[in-house]
């Protein structure tokens, strides 16, 4: 078990590498009235989606995170929501008994939300970015698909 735990430094530390040198790529061509995609980019939307299911499971939707391994596989979900720029978030999960506790005990918890974000929203937001800058697919400017954000 310990074992499985120290690899994840090992799988992130890869998932850094891989995203930094790969490229997107879509050999065929898109219609794009018919998107539906978040900002009209497959990779954003895909990235987006993972980073929901990663932030929904400790929060009480789906599965729960009852046992070390099902942390485990979690955190692992983590390393590929956040392209393995984890800002140290990974660690923490397995290795700090807080958290540990954190994940496995009430979703509603206070302490539950304000961990998750302040572990793991930074670096989501950094893996967005990275996505959409790198992604190949281009924006239609003229569109708008949003209202505007109010405050």
Known sequence: MLADDSLVEACRAGMTVLARS???YTGEAVDTSKQSYLAMRPAVDDLADRQREVL???LGFGQPLGS???VREWVR???RATKG???GATEKFLWSPHRLDALRGDPSSATLHLML???LLRPMNAALRQTAAAATEQA???TTTHTPFRT
């Open 68 to 70: 070390r391994a099902d």
């Open 85 to 87: 720029h984890d800002q």
């Open 117 to 119: 974000a302040d572990d």
């Open 56 to 58: 929904e499971r400790p």
């Open 77 to 79: 979900s983590v390393i």
């Open 22 to 24: 790969s490229s997107e």
């Open 140 to 142: 239609d400017e003229d």
